[in-house]
């Protein structure tokens, strides 16, 4: 059985699922119960665009225990196209290959595996395209 | 609000303290600081600490602290708000103090990081676990990708980052308490291992073990000449770097610095010199582009032409900052405390000011999310 914290995510880690303010039509994701731009609290439900640019990037070469051995990996700010930004690893290229302003397509990754019992968990990353 | 005064200060060395404990370090600088101030009793107490559950297992050092420091049964409360919990701790004894509640406080922090713990993913926690570290990023990380924009949107260069670890090394190489006594060159900080590009372990703040405290009071015990704390400011931000609108900006950090400046009824232009947050080269550069030191996008020439510098217009991190200095995350804030003190009483030896009579410390939580700015002035 995946954890309560592992199973609750699931809505955003799989679907990129949000929420969009009723009032001034800014985007949160993870889904709030109050909009951090506007105050107003309710919501509809929305999803995700799966497109974007990246904005900043990094390439991790310490990693603590989880992602120790898959250093060294490459980590960016994207904005995507609907305005909201996210941080993900940018995957199958090399650290030379990424640059700000980049076009990148969000996609379903497996992450690592959870706890004693081993659970995988599942997540999201970005390619270039 | 009364006014308040530190009468005291002290703090044990930074670095790798393997024979001493987590109340072992606590408890050597609240005594030192209460030896430094000449008194006997406290009526309060106010620890920082990020986390030392996760760093050595224990929680509840409020009272433990209180217990061995032979101050039971005073109030005492941990205070946290990751790196910052030091200097949010001095906060709640100012107010402490100032509301009339108490007379004489004691305010530390604390950290014992070198024990055992996995560091980079305890100190992680400070970051938003669900939607950052989860995806692999580390504080080193978080750092970097500020960096890149900054180097983007400003034009910055590797250089500018590393002259703010030359700079605090050589101040460091002056403080006999500093985990780092040693110079280092450019090219050694540019050149230096990788950990998150483009910053290399020498623009890394280390994992240190240690601990500082002052002792505040009204005017009923003070003592001169004596440190008056006429300016406090704490703001938040948003936890995740990448919901923030400007990833180059720190907003809370620019808050808590407008917040105190008003206080104190002061500027930027009276700041004789300031112990800052440079847990990693860049943040040094965003932190003084938002206390208003330096214009906004213009920190890396400033600190490369040696405008923060020992003998430069204003001196920042005299006493080697938390690169050089250490980075016993929830002491700094304290530790910060320490040298502005120590600065203004004329007592900090080889790295000694000269005219100064204000002093700022700005210490920050996470990667921005939480800052507090506390401005000091000697008073004869
Ligand atoms: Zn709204």
Redesign the pocket.
Same mark, same amino acid.
């Given at each position: 059985m995946p954890t309560p914290g592992y199973t609750r995510e699931i809505p955003q880690r799989y679907r990129l699922e949000a929420n969009k303010?009723k009032? =001034?039509g800014?985007i949160s994701f993870p889904p709030r119960l109050v =909009?951090p731009? =506007?105050g107003?609290r309710n919501f509809e439900p929305t999803k995700l665009s799966d497109t974007g640019k990246i904005v900043t990037f990094t390439t991790i070469r310490v990693a603590p225990g989880r992602y120790a051995a898959y250093v060294p990996y490459s980590i960016a700010i994207i904005e995507l196209n609907d305005g909201v930004k996210i941080t993900t690893q940018v995957v199958d290229c090399k650290p030379e290959d990424l640059e700000i302003g980049k076009a990148v397509r969000i996609i379903f990754r497996k992450m690592y595996p959870e706890g004693k019992t081993g659970i995988i968990c599942y997540g999201y990353k970005a390619v270039l395209i | 609000m009364r006014d308040v005064y530190i009468i005291g200060v002290g703090m044990t060395k930074f670095g790798e303290l393997w024979d001493k404990s987590l109340r072992d370090i606590f408890v050597e600088s609240a005594l030192s600081a209460m030896d430094d101030a000449g008194v006997d009793h406290i009526e309060s107490m106010f620890v920082g600490s990020m986390t030392p559950g996760l760093f050595v297992g224990q929680e509840h050092i409020g009272a433990l602290m209180a217990d061995y420091l032979g101050a039971a049964p005073v109030p005492a409360v941990r205070v946290e708000s990751a790196c910052c919990s030091g200097g949010m701790a001095l906060r709640l004894g100012f107010f402490e103090i100032a509301s009339g509640n108490s007379d004489i406080v004691l305010v530390g922090g604390v950290e014992k990081m070198t024990d055992s713990a996995d560091v980079t993913a305890a100190l992680a926690t400070a970051a938003d676990q669900e939607y950052e570290v989860y995806h692999g990023i580390t504080f080193p990380g978080l750092y970097a990708l500020i960096a890149r924009a900054h180097m983007a949107r400003y034009g910055t260069t590797r250089e500018q980052l590393a002259s703010v670890s030359v700079k605090n090394h050589h101040n460091g190489s002056l403080n006999p308490r500093a985990q780092f006594q040693n110079e280092v060159t450019k090219e050694q900080v540019i050149n230096a291992t990788l950990i998150a590009d483009p910053l290399t372990i020498l623009d890394s703040s280390p994992v240190s073990d240690g601990a500082a405290c002052a002792i505040l009071v009204s005017e009923k015990y003070l003592k001169k000449p004596a440190v008056k704390i006429i300016g406090s400011g704490a703001a938040t931000d948003r936890i995740a770097l990448h919901q923030r609108d400007d990833i180059t900006e720190l907003r809370a950090v620019k808050v808590s610095a407008e917040r105190a400046y008003r206080m104190a009824g002061i500027g930027p232009e009276n700041i004789d010199f300031a112990e800052v947050h440079d847990c990693f080269s860049i943040a040094e550069l965003c932190i003084i582009e938002e206390l208003g030191f330096v214009e906004k996008g213009k920190s890396g020439p400033f600190i490369e032409s040696g405008n923060t510098m020992l003998e430069g217009k204003i001196p920042v991190n005299t006493s080697g900052g938390l690169k050089a200095k250490g980075h016993p995350v929830g002491a700094t804030g304290i530790a910060q405390v320490v040298e502005v003190v120590e600065q203004l009483k004329g007592t900090a030896g080889k790295r000694q000011l000269k005219n100064i009579h204000i002093g700022l410390t700005h210490n920050m939580g996470g990667s921005g999310a939480s800052s507090v700015v506390h401005i000091l002035k000697l008073v004869e």
């Open positions: 303010c009032n =001034c800014k =909009c731009y =506007c107003a | -």
